[in-house]
């Protein structure tokens, strides 16, 4: 049983930066692949980032490269997600997954032009 809980979600202005946290509870986190989604009203939840156990293996979603960053601390059973050059197109609903059927509550992004 895993359970997560985002963190850092708020309201920025087009350009600046953001860092979400995934906390989560479960010894088997430090094992399991984890990955950000977002949602916005009306659409699918979109594949944002992922990152392996060791923090070694990461993949973003083609509109995101190069601007955010994913990252682990198995220390503190956290994942996170830093966000930069942001863009009112990031506005979302963000939420962190350990597949296939663990999902947080979501943290709200809001980026104004």
């Known amino acids: 049983q895993v359970q997560l809980v985002e963190s850092g979600g708020g309201l920025v202005q087009a350009g600046g930066s953001l860092r979400l946290s995934c906390a989560a509870s479960?010894?088997?986190?430090?094992?399991?692949?984890v990955n950000w989604f977002r949602q916005t009203p009306g659409k699918d939840r979109e594949f944002v980032a992922t990152?392996?156990?060791?923090?070694?293996?990461?993949q973003y979603a083609d509109s995101v490269k190069g601007r955010f960053t994913i990252s682990r601390d198995n220390a503190k059973n956290t994942v996170y997600l830093q966000m930069n050059s942001l863009k009112p197109e990031d506005t979302a609903v963000y939420y962190c997954?350990?597949?296939?059927?663990?999902w947080g509550q979501g943290t709200q992004v809001t980026v104004s032009s």
């Open positions: 997954n350990v597949p296939p059927t663990y």
């Open positions: 479960g010894r088997t986190f430090r094992w399991s692949t």
């Open positions: 990152i392996g156990p060791s923090g070694s293996n990461t």
